[in-house]
């Protein structure tokens, strides 16, 4: 059984680029959750993918924006990038139906500059 | 709405002490509840989690937590520091029907000293 995987570890961008997050649901889970999580800061929930559809958002601007594969698996698209943007991002998965625990990858680091 | 609120952004205990991690939430239904682990650059990882049951939940690490829904706490203790417990501790909140949507608590960084 694979866990979360999340590319890449680490990129750093330029003010005004877009950036595309990649994240890898763990096997048997049907929801993947984003969250931003600024230095010093807990985790803020970005929003929610559920049967390749958002399903809840958090309080981001609509310049984030999100896919769910049929896999599963998901990307998080931030178009232009503001020095704000820097931050950990991470990825978590889940069983929505169960409501249990959801399962954390090792994040992606981005630098905006 | 839900929040949650931790006590104390910063806690030191020496190795072999207790350790007490204080959280309190705040919610409109019923919550589940969690505890997250985070060492440097690194993801989260599950302590523990209350959803239904017994209030008096343990975790990994010897780790545990009880649900006061009259206080409405969920405060994570360790009768014994070691070394390796120093990292970054979060309190997370969902509710029944929530899909797992978490939100989490500022942090407490736990330092263990000799």
Same mark, same amino acid.
């Given at each position: 059984?694979?866990?979360?995987?999340?590319?890449?570890?680490?990129?750093?961008?330029?003010?005004?680029?877009?950036?595309?997050?990649?994240?890898?649901?763990? &096997?048997?889970?049907?929801?993947?959750?984003?969250?931003?999580?600024?230095?010093?800061?807990?985790?803020?929930?970005?929003?929610?993918?559920?049967?390749?559809?958002?399903?809840?958002?958090?309080?981001?601007?609509?310049?984030?924006?999100?896919?769910?594969?049929?896999?599963?698996?998901?990307?998080?698209?931030?178009?232009?990038?503001?020095?704000?943007?820097?931050?950990?991002?991470?990825?978590?998965? &889940?069983?929505?139906?169960?409501?249990?625990? =959801?399962?954390?990858?090792?994040?992606?680091?981005?630098?905006?500059? | 709405?839900?929040?949650?609120?931790?006590?104390?952004?910063?806690?030191?205990?020496?190795?072999?002490?207790?350790?007490?991690?204080?959280?309190?939430? &705040?919610?409109?239904?019923?919550?589940?509840?969690?505890?997250?682990?985070?060492?440097?650059?690194?993801?989260?990882?599950?302590?523990?989690?209350?959803?239904?049951?017994?209030?008096?939940?343990?975790?990994?690490?010897?780790?545990? =937590?009880?649900? +006061?829904? &009259?206080?409405?706490?969920?405060?994570?203790? +360790?009768?014994?520091?070691?070394?390796?417990? =120093?990292?970054?501790?979060?309190?997370?909140?969902?509710?029944?029907?929530?899909?797992? +949507?978490?939100?989490?608590?500022?942090?407490?960084?736990?330092?263990?000293?000799?």
């Amino acid at each position: 059984e694979t866990g979360v995987t999340q590319s890449p570890t680490h990129l750093i961008k330029t003010r005004g680029q877009q950036v595309t997050l990649r994240c890898s649901s763990q &096997s048997g889970h049907n929801t993947v959750s984003w969250y931003q999580q600024a230095l010093g800061q807990g985790p803020q929930f970005i929003f929610q993918y559920y049967r390749e559809e958002e399903n809840g958002r958090g309080n981001f601007p609509p310049r984030f924006s999100g896919l769910q594969f049929p896999n599963y698996s998901s990307e998080l698209n931030v178009n232009a990038l503001e020095l704000d943007d820097s931050a950990l991002y991470l990825c978590a998965s &889940s069983v929505y139906s169960l409501n249990t625990e =959801a399962f954390f990858g090792q994040g992606t680091r981005l630098t905006v500059v | 709405a839900q929040s949650v609120t931790q006590l104390g952004s910063h806690v030191s205990v020496s190795e072999g002490a207790l350790v007490l991690l204080r959280c309190n939430y &705040s919610s409109s239904v019923p919550p589940y509840l969690f505890w997250y682990v985070q060492y440097p650059n690194q993801g989260l990882q599950l302590l523990l989690k209350y959803t239904t049951g017994a209030t008096l939940v343990k975790g990994i690490n010897g780790f545990e =937590a009880e649900f +006061k829904k &009259s206080e409405t706490s969920f405060h994570l203790t +360790k009768p014994s520091a070691h070394m390796s417990d =120093a990292a970054e501790y979060f309190c997370a909140v969902s509710f029944t029907g929530g899909g797992n +949507k978490l939100t989490f608590g500022t942090g407490t960084q736990l330092k263990v000293e000799l």
